[in-house]
Structure formats: C-alpha cells, structure tokens
C-alpha cells in the first residue's frame, strides 16, 4: 500500500503540491478545466485513498472477524487498524469508543434509535438549532413519532450566529438531549460548541455534535471537547463514501441497546435468546465497507501529514479572499456572514434562480451546489427557497475563486 511522507505541522502549506494529488481535479468539464467547489457535499479523493481501496480489493479483501485464513486475518488487522486510527484522529480514550457506519446520517440514527429509544420518553426534550441538516433533524422527529419526546430550536441571527443566550434559555429540567451542528453546511456557520457543551452538561443533558463538516477543515478533540457523540463521514474526510463514524463515551455506548440486529455483533444466539457482543462490535452489525475503512485510514493518513492546522488556515485564507471577491458583484448577496465560519460561502444572486446559475456554471467547468442544501428550515429562516454554494478544501485555489467570480460576472451580464 502506498504511504505519503510525513510532514510536519509547521511545514508551509503548498496547495500546488497537495492538489496534484487528487487525479480527478486535472479532469476537463466541456472542454474547460474543472474548477471543483462542492467539498462540503463531497470531497475529491487523493491517490493514496485510491490506492488503498483498490490495493484492499487487489491484495487482501476477505470478510472479516470470522475468518481464521490469511487473508481474513489481514483484513480484520487492518479494519481494527484504522479504527484505532480514527480513535487518535480525534482523540478518543479507547478505539472501542468508536463505532463504524455508514456516514454522519446512520450514526446519527443510530443514537435517536439506540439511546433515544432506551432513555428518553414522553415529554423529554431535545435541543436542535435552525442550522441542522435534515440528517439532524429527521431521526429526532421519528423519535417524537413514537415516544412523544419534544423538540426545541435554538435560533440564529440575521448573520448566521449561533444565539447562546438564546439557547441558554431553552434548557429545562426535561433537556435530556442537545444536538447541534459543529459546522453549517449550507452557511459555513461554526457554533460555540464549547460553550454549548459546558452549558447542557451544566443541566444534566447530553450532546451531540454532527461533525460532518467540521472534522474536515480543523483539529477535533473530542476529550478536551468533553462531548458525548460525536458523528462524521469518511466521503467528506477525502475518504470513500459509505463509511462513517460514530463516537461516543464508552460508559453510554455500553448501556445502550443495539441498532441493528445480525451477523458479528453477538456472543452467542439461541432461538430463545441472544447475548449482544461488547462495544463497539455490537453496533456492527453484518458485513461493513472493509475497503472504506482502508480508504478512511489513508485518508486520515494524508490530511495528517499536512496537518489539520494548516489545512484551517489555508481554507480561512480562501474563505476570506472569497468573500471580499464576491461583494464585488453588483446584487449579489451572501447569507450567513457569522463571525465563526468554515470554508463555504452561500449567496443569491438578485433575479436568478439558484438552478440556472448553477447550469451556467457548470458549462464553464465549475462545481457549486445549489439549492436548499438539505437544510430547508435553514432556508426558510432567511425567507429564501436556496442558495448558490461554493465550499472550499485543501485542494482549492485563489484562482478557483477568481474562475468563479468572472464566471458570475458573465451570469450577471446575461440576465441584466
């Protein structure tokens, strides 16, 4: 399997050399280079990630966990391998604190079904804010569908600010649960999570954060966060689609009640009864993505060696140059301006729709998302049925940024 080569969290960030890593971005769109500007949705993948799922398939694939041959043992190693380092990633105390899924939508399922299902009832409270994804939103209104649990938002202001004072007050003797975004993806918006955390534990209640797009553009410490699950995505990570993670504290896991019911994750099965494996096996249940975990550990491996503080300075700088460049064009607006923010920009353009300056985009070779960004109360919080998003990883330039803003400039004459 190949390796990159360490570099130090000082070594000056080369966005030049980082960006020939990843093969698909020399690809041409209509003849035209692509500039690719939806990481939030999805990130690129280096050649190391590529080269480690196919080396998996190529060299060592067999299921795992039940195998006593060669090649099962080499892919259990190296399936438990990259949970442990996903357990140093974000600093868990123990890898039996981290549970694989599918991405930020099942583990986030997951904890609605599994502790939401065991611990809550009828007239507890859960705290979300008008941020959320729908994948943080939906699960808890299943949730309130069978057992009656209520629903709190916390607001946000005309900037996209996160309103702690405001959330402040929505905790209540019945507050059993908090989830909140660590990181808008349709705004770019970061919240006080620290402060959000202290303040719920403060009340006896529980937290957790949808790390989607937060675990990709900074450093995450879960332990010194002190946060009680914790849920991201492999796809955003640079990593392969269909393998997430799930943390949390080992003394919650423990307690509660399995997701899924199946193969590996039990003791032992009678038809009278079965005894459940130990965390974090039983929250695994059949076959997992054996070549997602080997893309995961390498995509870890990779933004490692640049180092997360240089990949959130770089996007901060982008952030920044974008911002200033969009404000430039004549009637275009930019929602959510929060004073905390990721790489993403969101933006209307005054009498065109979201859709059809996507469509002029794209024929000039680049990428945005457009729409409602899965965050339709998000949307309805501004009054607005979508927007135009350009988000930002390792990989992107300045003069991505500048391709997109000519290439606005040249809507902006079309419909004036």
């Known amino acids: 399997m190949n390796a990159i080569s360490a570099v130090s969290e000082n070594t000056a960030f080369n966005v030049a050399r980082w960006r020939a890593d990843f093969p698909l971005l020399a690809e041409q769109v209509y003849d035209k280079p692509l500039v690719f500007l939806d990481s939030a949705a999805s990130a690129q993948k280096p050649q190391s990630v590529i080269d480690a799922v196919s080396y998996c398939y190529e060299h060592e694939y067999a299921n795992i966990h039940r195998g006593v041959y060669w090649l099962s043992q080499k892919s259990t190693e190296a399936y438990e391998q990259a949970r442990v380092k996903v357990q140093g990633f974000i600093n868990a105390a123990s890898e039996r604190e981290i549970v694989f899924t599918k991405g930020t939508t099942e583990a986030i399922n997951l904890v609605a079904s599994s502790y939401g299902g065991s611990e809550l009832q009828a007239g507890d409270e859960i705290i979300l804010s008008h941020l959320e994804h729908h994948a943080n939103i939906v699960p808890w209104q299943l949730l309130r569908q069978r057992i009656g649990i209520e629903i709190k938002v916390a607001p946000i202001d005309e900037q996209g600010n996160f309103l702690l004072e405001e959330f402040e007050k929505l905790l209540s003797p019945r507050t059993r649960l908090v989830a909140i975004t660590h990181g808008s993806n349709a705004l770019g918006t970061i919240p006080p999570v620290d402060d959000i955390i202290r303040l719920s534990h403060a009340r006896g209640a529980l937290v957790l954060l949808d790390g989607a797009q937060a675990v990709v553009h900074g450093p995450v410490d879960v332990q010194a966060l002190d946060v009680d699950f914790y849920a991201f995505s492999g796809h955003k990570l640079y990593g392969p689609s269909g393998i997430g993670v799930l943390y949390g504290k080992a003394d919650l896991l423990k307690a509660m009640p399995p997701y899924q019911g199946g193969g590996d994750m039990i003791k032992s099965v009678t038809f009278e009864k079965t005894e459940f494996a130990d965390i974090p096996g039983r929250f695994e249940a059949g076959t997992p993505h054996i070549a997602g975990a080997y893309g995961l550990s390498a995509a870890i491996d990779y933004v490692s060696a640049i180092g997360m503080s240089n990949i959130a300075r770089h996007e901060q700088e982008l952030l920044s ?39 002029i985009l794209d024929r000039e070779g680049i990428a945005v998302r457009v729409g409602h960004h899965c965050a339709q109360p998000l949307m309805e919080r501004f009054n607005i049925t979508g927007t135009v998003r350009a988000s930002f990883g390792l990989y992107n330039n300045k003069a991505d940024i500048d391709a997109l803003v000519a290439a606005l400039g040249a809507v902006r004459e079309i419909f004036d």
């Open 321 to 359: 140059y974008a911002t200033a460049r969009l404000q430039e064009i004549n009637s275009l607006r930019l929602i959510g301006t929060a004073d905390n923010k990721a790489g993403i920009v969101s933006f209307e353009l005054d009498g065109v729709h979201a859709h059809d300056i996507g469509t």
